[in-house]
């Protein structure tokens, strides 16, 4: 069973960091994109908002405009996680964190890692919340 969870969420004043991961098992990461999205309150499933993705199959990674520069995607190998930096981080950026995943051929992710449609896989979110 294909399983995400994710952890590091909380409470952060205006410009501080915090880290989230995105544990998975029951697969091999080998041929999956991972990504991570973004759910702003009073938004609906469907306007979730792309962050940052990172493939494992060609190794590409990209980013939203609002994240480049602040975010940065990670991948730990051995402990099967996916780590989310966020620096500098803004009350804008308060939202329900995801990390989802999935598989597609090699040089789709820079197509599709974006887009939260794309993902058939998708852990249970984390609450971000940054105060002015």
């Known amino acids: 069973q294909l399983l995400l969870v994710e952890s590091g969420g909380g409470l952060v004043q205006s410009g501080g960091s915090l880290r989230l991961s995105c544990a998975t098992s029951g697969f091999s990461l080998d041929d999956y994109t991972i990504g991570w999205f973004r759910q702003a309150p009073g938004k609906a499933r469907e306007g979730r908002e792309g962050v940052s993705c990172i493939s494992f199959t060609d190794g590409e990674i990209h980013y939203a405009d609002f994240a480049e520069g602040r975010f940065t995607i990670s991948r730990d190998n051995a402990k099967n996680t996916v780590y989310l930096q966020m620096n500098n981080l803004k009350p804008e950026d308060t939202a329900v964190y995801y990390c989802?995943?999935?598989?597609?051929?090699?040089?789709?992710?820079?197509?599709?890692?974006?887009?939260?449609?794309?993902?058939?896989?998708w852990g249970q979110g984390a609450q971000v919340t940054v105060s002015s």
């Open positions: 989802a995943a999935d598989r597609w051929p090699k040089g789709y992710s820079e197509y599709w890692g974006l887009l939260s449609y794309r993902y058939d896989y």
